[in-house]
Each structure stands twice: as structure tokens, then as C-alpha cells.
């Protein structure tokens, strides 16, 4: 029953200057002490940007070959763990990702950058970015929210979008978001920026650069192996990939998979959100290099 759900929903809160629900906080103080090593990698994302796609990536780059079992038996959410995620019924983020028996460890979040736990750049350990551009996420976000009960309820597209432009879903505003990384990049060369878009466009291309970004020489062959696997529908029919064993979403209203495009927000936008978007769009990125692309 959708009564059910609503009661389960969690309450947004400011928390050090950003929008959070407790399933993100609850664990504070183990994530910001949290002690990384040199060789772990870190996969930082805003919600929906592709965090999955390029997890399953890496998982394939640095262990495709070597742990069969893993890649028929753990989902992916394991294998990766989420840093400062505190979901019901699973052991936190920390625990997991100090449990993790591989090396390099893969560990994911969507902290802003200012909250990333010290020790990561402390270690000058690599770090994966994806963007996404802001409405194909903004889309993306609102459909997330509407299936996830640890998500806030959206309510309907128009009133998300003014959320999302206010800066007031879960892990804050995407314009900080992507922005703080991009300037970081600036100082901390192992950073490696990708961008959602470009990923769609040529996955062989931007699997190719990662590899060069992580010291890898993975040999063609190879690469068209772990290009065919993380191509969405084989993602999508997946059950370690596609999310169908976390109990906190429901197919029913959207699946995890969902589209995997770019350009979706033209079924969403009206002319006139978009024009107000792209008005206020202007406003915050105008100290901002970044340009991202809303199709290709
Ligand atoms: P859509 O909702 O637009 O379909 P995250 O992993 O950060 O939560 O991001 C989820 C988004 O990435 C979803 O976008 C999902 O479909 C898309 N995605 C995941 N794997 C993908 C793939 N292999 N190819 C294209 N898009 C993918």
C-alpha cells in the first residue's frame, strides 16, 4: 500500500550546509574516519550520474577475470560498497567496505567533495568522478526518488524540478556538486572527470582513458569483453547489476535500469520549465568552466 511507503519515507535535514536524510548521517563519525589506503579507488558521483555503470566498469577492469564467483553471486552494491550508507537490514558502508577482501578496494559515494573523509586525499588515492548534465539527472533523480522508500517522496515533476533547482535533494545541490569536483581536479591530478554523456556516446573510448588513468594496459580483446557487459540491456537483465535483489526499491513503480539515455528530459521538460531552468542554470554555472552536453 502506498500509505506504507509514505510513513517509511525519510525526513530531509540541513546537514553541514547540505540537504540529508538520516540514512546518510547515522554512521558520521566511522565515515569521516574512515582510514583509506593508498590503492583504494574511489568512485564519487552525484546521485544517478552512472555511478553503477562505471562500478561495474572498474569491478570488471580489476577483477573480471579473476573472481568468477564474484561476479555471479555478489551484486555489485557489495562489491562496492557505499561509504556512508546506513541501509536497513545491511551492515553499514564502513563495515563493508573494511571488510572487503580484494585489493584495490572500490568503495563509492556521493559526499560533496568537501566532505569526502580526509584520509582519501591524504593517501592521494584515485578518484573517479562521473557528471551527468543536470536535467537527464534532475529525470533520472525524480524517477529514483519515486521507487526508493529510503528516498524522500518527490511528489510530482513540476514541484522536483523546483526541489532540484533549489538545491534541496538528498546529497545538496547538483551544481556545487559538480562543480566542487571539477575545481578540485584543478589541484589533485588523480582525479579522473568523466561525463555520463560521453560514456553513452563511446564506452570503448572512455573505458580505453580510464584504464590509461588507473596504469592499466588492458588489451583490446579485453576491453570489447568488459564493453559488452556493461552495455545497459545486458546491465539491465543482470540481477548482480540491475538491483532487483535490494529490497528498499519497487520495480513496480520504476526500475533501476530505467532508460540509460541522453536527452530523456524531453519527455519531462515543458517549454516553460526549460526555459526557466536554463535561465537559472546560467545564474549558478557562470563562475564555472564545466560544460556539459543535453544531447549528443
Ligand atoms: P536513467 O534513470 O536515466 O535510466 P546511478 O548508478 O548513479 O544511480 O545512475 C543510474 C542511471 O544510470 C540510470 O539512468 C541508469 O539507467 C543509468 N545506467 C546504468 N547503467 C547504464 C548503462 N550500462 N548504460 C547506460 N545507462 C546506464
Known amino acids: 500500500f502506498s500509505s506504507m511507503k509514505l510513513?517509511?519515507?525519510?525526513?530531509?535535514?540541513?546537514?553541514?550546509?547540505?540537504?540529508?536524510?538520516?540514512?546518510?548521517?547515522?554512521?558520521?563519525?566511522?565515515?569521516?574516519?574512515?582510514?583509506?589506503?593508498?590503492?583504494?579507488?574511489?568512485?564519487?558521483?552525484?546521485?544517478?550520474?552512472?555511478?553503477?555503470?562505471?562500478s561495474y566498469i572498474l569491478d570488471l577492469i580489476y577483477f573480471g577475470n579473476t573472481a568468477p564467483e564474484r561476479q555471479s553471486s555478489i551484486p555489485i552494491y557489495l562489491r562496492v560498497p557505499f561509504l556512508e550508507a546506513v541501509i536497513p537490514e545491511t551492515p553499514t558502508g564502513v563495515e563493508l567496505a573494511n571488510n572487503l577482501p580484494t585489493t584495490p578496494r572500490l568503495i563509492k559515494t556521493h559526499l560533496p567533495v568537501q566532505l569526502v573523509p580526509k584520509s582519501?586525499?591524504?593517501?592521494?588515492?584515485?578518484?573517479?568522478?562521473?557528471?551527468?548534465?543536470?536535467k537527464d539527472n534532475a529525470v533520472s533523480y525524480f524517477h529514483f526518488d519515486r521507487m526508493n522508500e529510503v528516498q524522500p517522496d518527490p511528489g510530482d515533476w513540476n514541484n522536483y524540478l523546483q526541489t532540484f533547482m533549489?538545491?534541496?535533494?538528498?546529497?545538496?545541490?547538483?551544481?556545487?556538486?559538480?562543480?566542487?569536483?571539477w575545481e578540485k581536479k584543478q589541484t589533485y591530478s588523480n582525479l579522473h572527470y568523466m561525463f555520463f554523456e560521453d560514456m553513452v556516446e563511446s564506452t570503448d573510448r572512455e573505458v580505453e582513458q580510464l584504464c590509461s588513468f588507473l596504469g592499466?594496459?588492458?588489451?583490446?580483446?579485453?576491453?570489447?569483453?568488459?564493453?559488452?557487459?556493461?552495455?545497459?540491456?545486458?546491465?539491465?537483465q543482470n540481477k548482480m547489476t540491475n538491483y532487483s535483489t535490494a529490497s528498499v526499491m519497487d520495480f513496480t513503480i520504476s526500475p533501476f535500469m530505467r532508460k540509460g539515455k541522453v536527452g530523456d528530459w524531453k519527455n519531462h521538460f515543458t517549454v516553460a520549465q526549460n526555459e526557466q531552468f536554463d535561465k537559472h542554470?546560467?545564474?549558478?554555472?557562470?563562475?564555472?568552466?564545466?560544460?556539459?552536453?543535453?544531447?549528443?
Request: aromatic content about 16%; charged content about 25%; some cysteine.
Open 216 to 236: 592499466l594496459s588492458t588489451p583490446t580483446e579485453e576491453r570489447q569483453r568488459i564493453i559488452k557487459n556493461v552495455h545497459f540491456d545486458v546491465m539491465k
Open 7 to 54: 510513513t517509511s519515507q525519510p525526513e530531509l535535514f540541513e546537514f553541514k550546509g547540505i540537504s540529508m536524510t538520516h540514512f546518510f548521517t547515522d554512521d558520521w563519525e566511522n565515515v569521516q574516519n574512515f582510514q583509506a589506503r593508498p590503492d583504494d579507488i574511489l568512485v564519487a558521483t552525484y546521485p544517478k550520474a552512472g555511478t553503477t555503470w562505471v
Open 166 to 181: 533549489d538545491g534541496k535533494t538528498v546529497f545538496g545541490p547538483w551544481y556545487d556538486h559538480v562543480c566542487g569536483y
Open 120 to 134: 582519501f586525499w591524504e593517501q592521494n588515492c584515485r578518484v573517479v568522478y562521473v557528471a551527468r548534465n543536470a
Open 281 to 296: 542554470y546560467k545564474q549558478k554555472m557562470k563562475n564555472s568552466t564545466l560544460k556539459f552536453r543535453t544531447e549528443i
